[in-house]
């Protein structure tokens, strides 16, 4: 474990950090200066998991992850390897008539004349993995984690 002092100096562009010698090998100590704009966002992020919103270039996705896939997913569609891209589809999961939740894909398509369901899941959580269960018992498709 690195120590960290906290901050050693703060002025009107931010805040410094020193990162403590002892704990890296006898080395010199590093010092790290956050910006007063990283500051303002910290803590901000509108996603769960503290991941970056970015765009795929049609698209806002909640990771640069799942914005990366979703451009090689169109880049299939383009080249007929897959057809029929769709992005947030709402799959609701019935049990007896009876709507238990929603599930929505990250992307669902057509590969070789199946129904392929996809997921951009980082973090699996004991919701997803339920839904997961859920949607493999309700309509027979295993979702695809990439
Ligand atoms: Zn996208």
Not at 16 to 33: F, I, K, T
Not at 71 to 83: D, P
Not at 87 to 102: F, H
Not at 105 to 133: F, P, Q, S
């Amino acid at each position: 474990m690195a120590g960290c002092h906290g901050p050693i100096a703060a002025d009107s562009a931010g805040v410094a950090y020193r990162l403590d010698a002892a704990d890296a090998a006898g080395g010199e100590g590093v010092s790290v200066r956050v910006t007063n704009a990283q500051l303002a966002t910290a803590g901000k992020s509108r996603s769960k998991y503290r991941n970056q919103r970015t765009s795929c270039g049609m698209h806002e996705h909640d990771s640069r992850r799942e914005a990366i896939r979703c451009g090689e997913l169109q880049l299939l569609e383009k080249a007929h390897v897959i057809s029929g891209l769709r992005t947030q589809q709402k799959i609701p999961l019935e049990v007896n008539g009876k709507l238990i939740c929603n599930y929505v894909a990250d992307w669902i398509y057509m590969r070789d004349g199946k129904l392929i369901v996809e997921d951009a899941k980082g973090v699996k959580t004991a919701v997803y993995r339920l839904k997961k269960k859920l949607v493999a018992a309700v309509t027979g498709l295993e979702i695809v984690e990439s």
